[in-house]
T-cell receptor, first 112, second 113 residues
């Protein structure tokens, strides 16, 4: 079965420290991988995606993600966390013409 | 301009009623989706339409029926509402089914009493 997994329900990080939100995938072939952010009472917002090419993908708000094929991971990272980064983060995968799979979400709290 | 809009934003109704949620996108995308987000924030795809044709129909009760009058609109009609239908419903659209980033509406919070 194809899926994505987010092993951490909650991540806490101090403001100014680097943050990592983990995602692993189990998708046959070459997946398209995505990160979305959801602020309270809002819809999901697209942050970044990996389709092919450079394993390090840069996205909105200073976020980046690294595609690691050997570890089947696509972790979201940011060098210096802001309090305003506190939100719910979803990893997702898909392939053209196929279903889109979302992870279970990771709640990020940045502590001032 | 709002890219993906949903109406209403809040919907409170009683068990057994029938209700509809409307969704419109002005992005020119070919594919539209309906998702259900439960109280634990899990996101579950319900339906996907591509150019007005149903391409994904997950295991949802047949009380839920999507309707796409044109590729810019995907409405969700729910018959005989049950307590367990209470959730936030999100509409989304993408240019390409499965492979493109999705743009989400603001959500409709449905409360069934």
């Amino acid at each position: 079965a194809q899926s994505v997994a987010q092993p951490e329900d909650q991540v806490n990080v101090a403001e100014g420290n680097p943050l990592t939100v983990k995602c692993t995938y189990s998708v046959s072939g070459n997946p398209y991988l995505f990160w979305y952010v959801q602020y309270p009472n809002r819809g999901l917002q697209f942050l970044l995606k990996y389709i092919t090419g450079d394993n390090l993908v840069k996205g909105s708000y200073g976020f980046e993600a690294e595609f690691n094929k050997s570890q089947t991971s696509f972790h979201l990272k940011k060098p210096s966390a802001l309090v305003s980064d506190s939100a719910l983060y979803f990893c997702a995968s898909g392939r053209i013409g196929n279903q889109f799979y979302f992870g279970t979400g990771t709640s990020l709290t940045v502590i001032p | 301009d709002t890219a993906v809009s949903q109406t209403p934003k809040y919907l409170v109704t009683q068990m057994g009623n029938d209700k509809s949620i409307k969704c419109e996108q002005n992005l020119g995308h070919d594919t539209m989706y309906w998702y259900k987000q439960d109280s634990k924030k899990f996101l579950k795809i319900m339906f996907s339409y591509n150019n007005k044709e149903l391409i994904i129909n997950e295991t949802v009760p047949n009380r839920f029926s999507p309707k796409s009058p044109d590729k810019a609109h995907l409405n969700l009609h729910i018959n005989s509402l049950e307590l367990g239908d209470s959730a936030v419903y999100f509409c989304a659209s993408s240019q390409v089914s499965g492979g493109g980033e999705q743009y989400f509406g603001p959500g409709t919070r449905l409360t069934v009493t």
